[in-house]
């Protein structure tokens, strides 16, 4: 298994409240990429990374950030909680943009 | 707009019958194909991918795929379903061309094992 790891991995916030989540590789991949997972939806990409400092926004970025500032951890922040950001959340990892992507153990968020 | 459709939502089998899962893709040129699998609770595990070449091609735990351009299908099979194959197959797209470095999910297909 490629050695990917997500904290928390349960958190229940109110809303309003800032939130980080935090992805961890130990393959050195270049690219790191966020999900969200809603029922009826698969995954939809929030943001992703293509090295250090360079990211770019996916199809449901609004109301997230990211930040990569080491090859290993790549740090989503919900900047103000809404109940609409309920969901489980995935890190994955891939050595090129050619190369299947390899998924963390996900994050369950929820917002109350 | 590239889309991936997973027209069944369901599906049930049982033990030891046949399985297909069905994919269809919309996109300008042949793109990166893959099938996922997930677990309940877990994460995803590549289950088998295509980039080119030979348009039948073979995952782990006993399942194939094949590859239909003229179709723009990429359906999942396996001969003989076991119980642990019990979970959520999703199938995605990539851009293999693009400078963008991202994949296109379908909404999944939850399988369900009789015994």
């Known amino acids: 298994d490629a050695g990917i790891t997500q904290s928390p991995r349960h958190k229940v916030t109110e809303t309003g409240t800032p939130v980080t989540l935090r992805c961890h590789q130990t393959?050195?991949?270049?690219?790191m990429y966020w999900y969200r997972q809603d029922p009826g939806h698969g995954l939809r990409l929030i943001h992703y990374s293509y090295g250090v400092k360079d990211t770019d926004k996916g199809e449901v970025s609004d109301g997230y950030s990211v930040s990569r500032s080491k090859t290993e951890d790549f740090l989503l922040t919900l900047e103000s909680a809404t109940s609409s950001q309920t969901s489980v959340y995935f890190c994955?990892?891939?050595?090129?943009?050619?190369?299947?992507?390899?998924f963390g153990p996900g994050t369950r968020l929820t917002v109350t | 707009a590239q889309s991936v459709t997973q027209p069944d939502i369901h599906i049930t089998v049982s033990e030891g019958a046949s399985l297909e899962l069905r994919c269809n893709y919309s996109?300008?040129?042949?793109?990166?194909l893959f099938w996922y699998v997930q677990s309940p609770g877990q994460g995803l595990q590549l289950l088998l991918k295509y980039f080119s070449g030979d348009t039948l091609v073979q995952g782990i735990k006993g399942f194939e795929a094949e590859f239909k351009r003229s179709q723009s299908s990429f359906n999942l099979r396996k001969p003989s379903v076991h119980w642990s194959d019990a979970a959520e197959y999703f199938c995605?797209?990539?851009?293999?061309?693009?400078?963008?470095?991202?994949?296109?999910f379908g909404s999944g297909t939850r399988l369900l094992v009789r015994p």
């Open positions: 994955a990892i891939s050595e090129s943009n050619l190369d299947e992507q390899y």
């Open positions: 393959e050195n991949h270049r690219y």
């Open positions: 996109y300008g040129a042949t793109p990166y």
């Open positions: 995605a797209v990539g851009p293999p061309m693009d400078s963008s470095y991202k994949l296109i």
